[in-house]
């Protein structure tokens, strides 16, 4: 079973402040994708990176996809409130819809 | 407007009364999913189907039934819902891009079996 560790669980942070969340697994996947999840609405995808070592940028949003397509993460600059919510990374392990394995998640509050 | 749509948002149901999920999405998408989402458990496939007619267990399928009739539509079946079915459930749909799959979710329903 392929299991993806994000880290921290919960993070509180005043607006203005960066952050950086992390997507973390021993197995391989050949892509990566970052959701967001707000209050009682459905996960909304942010990006998918599929390359080792790949960088893509979302405004103020980093993603980074590992070297070795293990692991990713998520950097904030200058959070804003509007940032709140919960963070899902899920590995896609080329195995069709049904290869898809979902992180816990990080909750991510911004503070005014 | 591309979407999943989810009926019911809410509900609430006794032990062993049958209920039905409805998903519907307008993407034409081939693949569809259901997912539960728990805390402390994150999000677990219960079933997908890979098109009309074909559908497979997911991770979590025991007290769940799926039928894949139309391509449109995926509903989810609880013949005999029991309390530890209580939990917010998600629709999925997606479609093979250059071999990734990007799921689309609906808003969810929360149901409560008491």
């Known amino acids: 079973t392929q299991l993806l560790e994000q880290s921290p669980q919960f993070l509180s942070i005043q607006e203005g402040e960066n952050l950086t969340v992390y997507c973390n697994s021993s197995s391989v996947f050949s892509s990566l994708q970052w959701y967001r999840q707000e209050p009682g609405e459905g996960p909304v995808l942010l990006v998918t990176v599929v390359t080792g070592g790949e960088v893509k940028k979302l405004k103020r949003l980093t993603f980074q996809f590992g070297d070795a397509r293990k692991d990713s993460s998520l950097h904030i600059t200058a959070a804003q409130t509007g940032d709140t919510g919960l963070y899902l990374c899920a590995g896609e392990s080329g195995g069709g819809a049904d290869g898809l394995t979902f992180g816990k998640g990080t909750h991510l509050i911004i503070q005014p | 407007e591309a979407q999943v749509t989810q009926n019911p948002r809410y509900l609430i149901t006794v032990t062993g009364k049958k209920l039905t999920v409805t998903c519907s999405q307008n993407m034409n998408h081939e693949y569809m999913s259901w997912y539960r989402q728990d805390p402390g458990l994150g999000l677990r496939q219960i079933y997908y189907?890979?098109?009309?007619?074909?559908?497979d267990k997911g991770d979590v399928p025991e007290g769940y039934k799926v039928s894949r009739k139309e391509k449109r539509n995926f509903p989810l079946i609880l013949e005999s819902p029991s309390p530890n079915q209580t939990s917010l459930y998600f629709c999925a749909s997606s479609f093979s891009f250059g071999g990734v799959y990007e799921q689309y979710f609906g808003p969810g329903t929360r149901l409560t079996v008491t």
């Open positions: 189907s890979m098109n009309v007619e074909v559908t």
